[in-house]
């Protein structure tokens, strides 16, 4: 349940983004992931098109519909306020980052750092000490 206070937030944010509930075109579509048969079940998952911008966001954070209402609509005027200011919030900064750490490595790559490994394991073998029989 999001408080009222938070609520207040959210109208704040979108009305510094100028967006507008006349302008929004919201959906429900059935939910996954995990949280069992309830979350397959209901049509939790918000999904917010708006029109002047043209942007699209889905939101399925929680079981309850009400939450991922209010949920897509701080996510969408925060990528309307980032598009206008030109910068990447923190939190899709830090999502970014996570997306790039688990990408896949070329071969080259993967050849390269297990390359590294090696010579980095030859060194620290070379620095033991000489054991005596």
């Known amino acids: 349940m999001i408080s009222p206070e938070t609520i207040a937030r959210i109208r704040e ?7 507008f509930e006349e302008d929004l075109d919201e959906s ?6 995990p949280g069992g048969q309830k979350t397959n079940k209901t049509s939790s998952v918000v999904r917010l098109s708006h029109e002047p911008s043209g942007l699209m966001v889905k939101c399925g954070e ?10 897509a609509r701080r ?5 309307i306020l980032e598009r206008e200011r030109g910068r990447k919030s923190a939190e899709r900064q830090r999502r ?5 750490q688990k990408r896949r490595r ?3 790559q993967k050849q390269r750092m297990l ?8 060194k620290k073998a ?3 000490p000489v054991e005596c029989d």
């Open 62 to 71: 929680t079981r309850s519909r009400e939450t991922n209402r209010w949920l």
């Open 115 to 122: 390359d590294d490994k090696h010579a980095h394991s030859e």
């Open 96 to 100: 970014e980052k996570v997306r790039r």
């Open 106 to 108: 070329s071969r080259r």
């Open 126 to 128: 070379a620095r033991r």
């Open 28 to 33: 429900f579509i059935l939910g996954g992931g």
């Open 75 to 79: 996510t969408l005027a925060e990528m």
């Open 13 to 19: 944010l979108m009305q510094e983004a100028s967006v």
